[in-house]
């Protein structure tokens, strides 16, 4: 299927983001694709061209305090990005041609963060989170580089949480939709037992699909892991049947 770019500006707060939305011609489901810390759109791109060939809309956009709006690195929240997400997603979901009802959500690491708090706030039909970091609630309009300054942050990460004590958690707890959750086996910031903490929330989850990356690192810093990423979310997404079945998410 033939697809084509565009240029789009997101309005957040009183500034704008950056974001390439990639779409066939015709009306589909919506595929929003969240990167993660220090990442950018155009690593995400030809994942969701991809993507969108598979019969979908994809939009892949810029967090603020990366790409262009580098310089806010310091001083931006996760509340702050967490509003970018929203602000991406109400573009995607409002798109003509696209299909309000039936958006996906991709994450990466502090990306996928950030889009299972967005299951409890928008409706999200498909949930892909990689390698999905864990912060704890406190601190949240803190800028998210200080939240690494906390002496209990590493341990944090090496324990086992639950759903009762960790607003993305929760959100998973509250979640109907589809979950696709991929690991890098030697992942060293976002180890196993975290994996294993989403996977135990998603209790209501309509489906569970978890892969795993073998040899890779948590960036996925050889090529070959970041095909074996999107052929396990190509796929993922076709026996969900995106882009060809409309089923209703009670």
């Known amino acids: 299927m033939e697809t ?56 892949v956009f810029d967090l603020r305090g990366h790409a262009r709006t580098d310089a806010q690195r310091e001083t931006v929240s996760r509340e702050a990005n967490l509003q970018d997400l929203i602000a991406a997603y109400d573009l995607l979901a409002r798109r003509p041609g696209v299909d309000g009802s039936a958006i996906a959500v991709v994450g990466s690491s502090y990306g996928a963060h950030l889009a299972a708090i967005l299951t409890s706030l928008r409706p999200v039909r498909w949930l892909a989170l990689c390698a999905p970091a864990l912060y704890k609630d406190a601190g949240w309009e803190l800028p998210k580089r200080r939240l690494h300054d906390d002496p209990d942050f590493p341990l944090y990460r090496r324990r086992t949480a639950g759903a009762e004590e960790n607003r993305a958690l929760r959100a998973c707890a509250a979640f109907r939709g589809h979950v696709l959750i991929i690991e890098p086996e030697h992942d060293d910031t976002v180890p196993h037992v975290i994996i294993a903490s989403y996977l135990a929330a998603f209790a209501q989850a309509r489906s569970i699909t978890s892969r795993l990356i073998e040899g890779a690192d948590h960036g996925l810093s050889e090529e070959r892991w970041q095909r074996e990423y999107t052929s396990f979310l190509s796929n993922w997404l076709v026996e969900m049947g995106v882009g060809a079945i409309k089923e209703s998410v009670s």
């Open 4 to 59: 084509r770019d565009e240029h789009v500006e997101i309005a957040v707060d009183d500034q704008h983001i950056a974001g390439t939305l990639v779409a066939p011609a015709t009306a589909l489901p919506g595929v929003l694709f969240v990167h993660g810390w220090g990442g950018n759109r155009q690593q995400y791109l030809t994942r969701a061209r991809e993507v969108a060939e598979l019969a979908c809309v994809s939009l």
